[in-house]
Each structure stands twice: as structure tokens, then as C-alpha cells.
């Protein structure tokens, strides 16, 4: 287990990593932003940080906001391991559990639930460095732990509660929308981010290509770059 520097919002946070424990992206880094900006006044709410990894998102929200009740899950028993860690070494109290998507929280409802599970192209993730050692069955659109997580995510909310998801182009987006409009009355794009192709995936133009024509990702394609987005989704009961 080594110690390795985390900058999230320009803030420098050292944190506890082992092999195959995902290292937090510029999404991470969105999704955390959006999220409090969206809730700046909340104290005594049960938030669910599903996907944890290093238990990032929980640190920093709790960081800035105070008095809130943490649950952290993952696939990852190295994620688990690093996640009881690095929240004791920020003294955050929290229930760490280990287990796929909701398996571990059969009996809990949350108010919020923030999910950073993976949601690119499972054909990308794997040529990406992003996702190394880390497991991401997604499907070839890039949708399937994102729905489930929306399907399952309807019984684990309080009556008002909120669940908050990245939304990445290089996963079939309007697939995604379709099944969030079955199941959630409100749903929100709180925030957006354009962002370019990191290089080990530019060359794989062909791929691209083929996957944007079967419309399981989308991106535009200016001045010899790549341009993808990201979109923060806040869906409500």
C-alpha cells in the first residue's frame, strides 16, 4: 500500500492506494464538484459513495461539508482495504462494505448516491489507462453498470433522495436517458465538461469510428482531435 498525491479542485490530498484501486480522473473531479455545488447546505444525510475506490468522493465531500453520514461500497476488496484507510487517516466515520453495486446495502435507503462506477465502452476501457487493473464489465456501449445503478438506485433512495452520475459520451447516451426517464420523475444535466481524447485511445481511429456509426459512443471530431463530453446527471424520486 503506498501513499500517493490526489489533486481534486487544487487541492492536494494524500491518499492510500493498492494495486487494482481506482485512481480518481478528471470526472471524479466533476462529479465532486458538481455535487456540492448542487448541495452546499446539507448536514445529517446519508450519502452512499458507490464505486469508492480510495473513498475519494467521501473525503472531499466531507471535507466541505460537515455533520453528513458516509457509506462506501465496492467490487474491489483492495478498494475496501484502502477506503477504511484513508478514512481513518481523515477521521471520517462510515460504514465500508464490500460487494457489486447494491448487493451490500439490501436494507439501507440513502439520500443521496453518488455513483463513480465505470461508464465508457468496455472496448475502450481496456485500451485505456484509466481503468488499469481495475475491472470494467460495461458492455460495448458503455451502459450496463450505469443503468443497473439507475434501476436499482429507485428502491435504495428516501422519498427525496438524489442520485448523482457521470454521463461520458463514450458510452451510448441516449440509451442511458431512456431508461433514467422509466424510472426517475426528475432528471437534470447539472453541468458539462468538453474534454480531449487522451492519446492512447486517439490511435484507435478506426474503432472510434465504427463505435460512433453503430451509435454506442458519441464525440466530434475538429482540427485533428477528438472531442469528447462529460455530463453530470441528478435524478430525483
Known sequence: MNLKKIKINNNIYRLYFKKG?????ATT?????SFIKRNKKISNKKILDLGCGSG???IIINDK????IFYASDLSKNSIVCCDKNFKKFKIKGIIKNGSLFKPWTDKKFDYIINDISG?????SKKSNWFKNVPADTGEDGTKLTIQVIKDSKKRLTKNGKLYLPLISLCNNDKVIKIAKLFFKNIKITSENRW????ELEKNKKLLEKLKKENKINFEYKFGKFICSTRILELKN
Open 21 to 25: 484501486v481506482f485512481e480518481p480522473t
Open 29 to 33: 473531479n466533476f462529479l465532486i464538484s
Open 56 to 58: 475519494i468522493v467521501s
Open 65 to 68: 461539508l460537515e455533520n453528513n
Open 120 to 124: 465508457i465502452s468496455s472496448v475502450l
Open 196 to 199: 480531449f481524447l487522451p492519446k
